[in-house]
């Protein structure tokens, strides 16, 4: 298992397409390369992504791995990023839909910012779960059965959300911790598990 401090090894799916919100997914992904993992951007877009900046477009970003061709039992684990545009147009992705699913009913740990929240809604992995997003999204997340709270992260069995760029710090510490733990039972009614970390309530 990884320490907090050392992701050496892992490989992190950093799922996207126009319109991320750039500081959402460039500030985790150096995080994630200085804790020794290998980020890798997945999009459903060949060669690169247009990223969004505050009110205006920004970088483009290099796709590293075309979705149709991205599993995820080839990846430890899951970064969403957020932006208005870039979740709403995966969420109308089966593919995309069906990629974070796959990342939750395996037990990885998924890390979700902002309105990325959106796809674990359409994943429909929220039901007893707390989390928080931007604030606009807490009646689809509550409408799903999940737990809506207004705090800058919050960490449920290996589910690390939180509402908008100032809370990256505290968002990219919390995921770090996460993704070094690796597999989470998700599943609490099953208690012997082999996979099952010591976690099994939310905390902040």
Not at 3 to 29: C, F, K, W, Y
Not at 170 to 198: D, L, T
């Amino acid at each position: 298992m990884a320490t907090p401090s050392n992701l050496s090894g892992l490989h992190v799916a950093i799922l996207a397409t126009d319109g991320v919100e750039q500081v959402e997914l460039m500030e985790p992904m150096q995080a994630l390369k200085d804790a020794g993992a290998h980020p890798i951007v997945v999009s459903p877009k060949d060669g690169s992504i247009k990223a969004w900046q505050h009110d205006h477009w920004g970088d483009q970003i290099p796709v590293d791995m075309k979705l149709s061709e991205a599993r995820a039992d080839d990846f430890e684990a899951l970064m969403l990023p957020g932006g208005v545009m870039n979740p709403d147009q995966l969420r109308m992705d089966k593919t995309a839909v069906q990629f974070v699913k796959d990342f939750f009913t395996a037990g990885k740990p998924i890390a979700a910012i902002c309105h990325a929240p959106w796809m674990l809604v359409e994943a429909g992995v929220v039901k007893g779960r707390t989390l928080t997003s931007w604030p606009s999204l807490q009646t689809d997340i509550r409408n799903a059965g999940g737990d809506w709270v207004d705090r800058e992260v919050v960490t449920d069995q290996g589910l690390v959300t939180s509402r908008k760029p100032d809370d990256i710090p505290a968002f990219n510490r919390k995921m770090i911790e996460e993704f070094a733990e690796g597999v989470h039972n998700r599943s609490r009614p099953r208690a012997n598990i082999a996979s099952q970390i010591g976690e099994t309530d939310a905390r902040a």
